[in-house]
């Protein structure tokens, strides 16, 4: 059996005695084991980090600027390498999986742009003789812990500015697809990077735990469920500790009477299902606002009979399995719980027939669905999309608003009033206008409101090199010593 081992201090390590299958969700059948990381794998990943520190942190930004231009060329090169890896853990379509890696890039050449992003700022003559200026400073060892849907991008969102600030990191990715997070750290040590500067090990909740408590962690970048993200805020803020942790979704597509109904069921249903509706951004409801429901209904029906589901390796599939059978069942059990809810199920997944024993379900769509019912308020992370009517744009505000997530939001309209409008009253940290998936360009930054994020910066883009720095402020005097005397008052400017 393949066993996909840790990378610590610059090498593959494989001593652990426990460990956890991983499968390929095109068949059903496990393809490798991932070794978890006790507290004593842990605490050497930490000690290679923490040892790594002082020589990263002195590193010269423009050779650590080269570092990411390299790396950067490296992850174009193989890119397919890492796709192909990416679906034989995840199923997601190859295409959606160099989709990834493409929208990783983007932070890594944000990350290469770090000779400008770590300038600080002086003023000059604060007092008579007397300069001011600020550094951003690394943090420490960074502790990252990445959920399993985008095995390769959102450790890149981590990552790169984490180590472009002169951070060392230890990396936890998802124990269900773990393989694109070493291909990644060999990637980056190929690039140039040293050793010990990026170390991954894999693991549950014990291993992240073991992160979380490590005295020589100084920060947590988290993403994944919800309750989990909640958790580790509060586990790393009793710490003491820097923690951003970043939620679950449902991210509702309004769409208004006068947009183009058949530009929004393309959208809805590429938003909807693409990567079987496991992306923190994928749309989950959509708003039905006025008298266009039946319509739009019958058009994203429509459009649903012809998708090809089949295994991500298959160039003819648009969307492939579920990540395990528990994701998969459990997605059945909101379909199946969705009527006698009063909400009438349009299309039906669970009557897809596979001819496989891998993680497949067909999509569906609900429609009249309403806040209360379980198919709306949790997160089902499948490709499931629910359909609320609503009277107005002023109901369809409410709903949103009343959320208790806030990752993604669109609105769909050819209006431009309401659209500025909306972007105004929304209580969502991603809104797309005519763009159902808004995932911000790497040069702006992630992240939801409300119980899509717990701390208070978003990932990658400017509010990363806020998170992995400390501001240093430094006040600075050339006296003569003619001018030195004893005072006593409390300094002043003037
Ligand atoms: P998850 O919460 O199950 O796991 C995320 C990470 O936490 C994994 O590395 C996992 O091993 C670890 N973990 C699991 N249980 C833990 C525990 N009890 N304590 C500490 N760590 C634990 O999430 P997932 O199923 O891997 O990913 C899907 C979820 O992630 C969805 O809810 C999705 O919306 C969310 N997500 C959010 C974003 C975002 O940017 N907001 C992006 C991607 C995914």
Redesign the pocket.
Known sequence: MNRIPHYIDGKRIDAASATAPVFDPATGLQQAEVVLAGPADVAEAVRAARAALPEWRATSLSRRADIFFRLRHLLTERRDDLARLITAEHGKVLDDAAGEIARGLETVEFAAGLIHLLKGEFAEQISRGVDVHQVKQPVGVVGC??????PAM?PLWMVSSAIACGNTVVL?????DPSAAVLLAEIFSEAGLPAGVLNVVH???E???AI?DHDDVAAIS????????E??YR?AADHGKRVQA????KNHMVVMPDADLDAAADAAVSAAYGSAG????AVSVLVAVGDIADQLVGKVAQRISSLRIGAGTDPDSEMGPL?TAQ?RDRVAGYVAGAAGEGATVVVDGRETPFDSDGYFIGVSLIDHVRPGMKVYDD?I?GPVLSVVRVDSYADAVRLVNANQYG?GVAIFTRDGKSAREFEFDIEVGMVGVNVPIPVPVGSFS???WKK??FGDSH?YGPESIHFYTRSKVVTTRWPDASESQINLGFPSNR
Do not use: D, Q, Y
């Not at 988290?222 to 993200?229: C, R």
């Not at 496991?278 to 951004?281: A, F, S, V």
């Open positions: 812990v990445t959920p399993f849907n985008f959102v936890k990715p998802s124990e269900k693991g549950e909740k291993t992240v735990e979380i988290f993403v994944g469920s919800t309750p989990i993200a958790s580790v586990r970043l939620g679950g979704a496991e992306r923190c951004m990540i994701a997160e992370f990752n992630f992240g939801g899509s994020l990932m």
